[in-house]
Every structure is written in structure tokens, then in C-alpha cells.
């Protein structure tokens, strides 16, 4: 079997995805239009567009012993994903997000994390083999910091890119995990949280500073910037699409971005399979159902 190129520390949740006309206003109870459930938790969505987009992808991650488990575990394995680095933990409920859609394709989601929350250090390390063996490790912020803090640390100490994806928008990220960061992906309003500044130009390179190589603030409809060591900032348009919903948009820019990446290493190639997977995933609703193969991830980002 051919070695594993992405490591994803990260989430699992089951998503209730539920259609509404207009998100309610607090108080308000409105009526759904229609409701979806599905695999989501932006680690396995990253993780699954990763695989879907060509890259051999293992999943490190927490789940319960329910039911989701099973649907979690399903969903990776369909996609060829190696799920040696997931514990089933007893007692613990798998993770779910309630996402409530607009008919603009906005979105408003609610996640508990259940079991999420118990993938630790020590189960990191028993996976040491594989994220030291990889291309690339990708983690966000839905599931502890000591663990991803560990997987980079291991991932350094082999010489492998890190990937961190700063969402959920956090209030600060700790320097010591930012010191074994090499590329720190946000979207506006997280850079803006983050570093105080209001424009993509000036949240770029105050991450950069605090990186290994690279920050990427993506920006929605209008595409996204690379801030790469002394070269100019790179900004790419964003793809024009009749948008369904936006769900995991920003999951499938990852995912695509990181599979081109560990396929090329070239930052600004990654770049526009990100930005051709993420317009894709709004075409459709709800997450992992909505992301796209590689094939048709080329054929857009080389149009
Ligand atoms: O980024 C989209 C994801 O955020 C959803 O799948 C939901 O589970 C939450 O984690």
C-alpha cells in the first residue's frame, strides 16, 4: 500500500442541515423548508474533499459509540481514507452541528462537540508513525489544541508541512502552536479576529509573521490571497456559480488546496484547486454530498 500524504487531526459531526427561508431572529421559531442529514465536522470534511480531490488522506479523530460512529466510519473508508487513527470512545456521544440554510445559501451553525473534545496527546502520539510519515497535516479548531499542537510537533520533527485551519474564528491562537505552523488558512472575519486588522492586505501579513511559510486569507465571492515569503501577496477571483448553499465552502478549500499541494508543492497551483473545489461545494446542499472529484476540480481551476 502506497504510504498516506495528508494527516487530518480533526473533527467529525453528524450535520442536521435544515432549509429555511430566513434565519430566525432570537425568539423566533420559523418553519423548515426542507432538512438533510449528513457526515460534516470540518476535519472530515477536509479530510474526504482531500481523498475526493486524489490525495491518499488518514483521519485522526474522535467519535462515540453510537450510531454516527458507524456513519462516520462508513463515510471515510467509502472514500478510501485510513482510519487506523480513529478511537471509538465509550460512553461518548459522536459530534453534531444543527446548520440552518437561507434561501441565499447563508448559514448559521450550532455544534456539540461530544466526543470531539476527548482526542488528546496520547492519541496523537500512538499515531506518530503516520503523521511523521505524511506530506502534509492539516488541523482546525474544533477539536483540542494539545492534540493538534502535538501533531505538529511530530510533524516538524519529520520535516512535514503543517496545515492550520483557524476555524471555528478563535479570539487568539496560542504562540507555541503557531511556532510549528507553517501555513494558517482564515477567511476575513477569523484574520480579522486574530490580528484587529479589517482588510485581507494587512491580516496577511501580520499571520505571515507569525508562520513557518504562508498565510491565506480567504474571502468568499472574491476569492482568496496567498501571502508567501517576500513575494507579492497572489490574489485569485473567485469562480461564479449559482450558489445552493455555502456549507463547508471553506472545508472544500481546504481539502482541494491541501491534496494539490502534497500532489505539486507548488502554494499558488493548491491555490486554485481550493478556490475551484470550494465554488463547486456551494453548488449543492449541505457538506461532504456536496464536494466535488478531482476532474472536475481541474477542469474549473484550468478554465
Ligand atoms: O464547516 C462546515 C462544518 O462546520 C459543518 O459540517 C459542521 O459540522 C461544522 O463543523
Not at 95 to 101: I, P, Q
Request: glycine share 12%; hydrophobic share 50%; charged share 15%.
Amino acid at each position: 500500500m502506497q504510504p498516506v500524504e495528508i494527516v487530518v487531526v480533526g473533527s467529525y459531526n453528524r450535520d442536521v442541515v435544515l432549509s429555511v427561508a430566513q434565519l430566525p431572529a432570537p425568539g423566533e421559531t420559523c418553519l423548515a423548508l426542507g432538512r438533510l442529514t449528513a457526515p460534516g465536522g470540518k476535519g472530515s470534511n477536509q479530510a474526504v474533499q482531500a481523498a475526493r480531490a486524489g490525495a491518499r488522506v488518514a483521519m485522526l479523530a474522535a467519535v462515540g459509540d453510537d450510531l454516527h460512529a458507524d456513519e462516520a466510519l462508513a463515510t471515510w473508508t467509502a472514500c478510501g481514507i485510513d482510519v487506523s487513527g480513529v478511537a471509538r470512545l465509550a460512553g461518548r456521544d459522536t459530534g453534531m452541528a444543527v446548520v440552518m440554510v437561507d434561501a441565499r445559501g447563508e448559514n448559521s451553525i450550532i455544534v456539540d462537540a461530544g466526543a470531539n473534545t476527548h482526542l488528546d496527546a496520547a492519541h496523537v502520539e500512538a499515531a506518530a508513525g503516520l503523521v511523521g510519515g505524511a506530506k502534509l497535516v492539516v488541523a482546525q479548531l474544533e477539536t483540542p489544541v494539545a492534540a493538534t499542537r502535538r501533531a505538529f510537533e511530530i510533524a516538524r520533527a519529520a520535516g512535514v508541512t503543517t496545515l492550520l485551519n483557524a476555524a471555528p474564528a478563535p479570539d487568539a491562537i496560542s504562540d507555541d502552536l503557531l511556532a510549528v505552523t507553517d501555513i494558517l488558512v482564515v477567511n476575513e472575519g477569523e484574520g480579522q479576529r486574530l490580528t484587529g486588522a479589517s482588510h485581507a492586505h494587512a491580516i496577511g501579513p501580520a499571520l505571515l509573521q507569525r508562520v513557518g511559510q504562508a498565510a491565506i486569507v480567504t474571502l468568499g465571492a472574491q476569492g482568496a490571497v496567498l501571502f508567501q515569503g517576500e513575494a507579492e501577496p497572489a490574489a485569485r477571483g473567485a469562480h461564479r456559480v449559482e450558489v445552493v448553499d455555502t456549507t463547508g465552502a471553506g472545508d472544500a478549500f481546504i481539502g482541494a488546496f491541501a491534496a494539490r499541494l502534497a500532489a505539486t508543492g507548488d502554494a499558488g497551483a493548491a491555490l486554485a484547486w481550493g478556490l475551484a473545489a470550494g465554488a463547486l461545494a456551494c453548488t449543492r446542499l449541505g457538506a461532504t454530498d456536496s464536494f466535488a472529484e478531482a476532474a472536475a476540480i481541474a477542469a474549473l481551476a484550468e478554465a
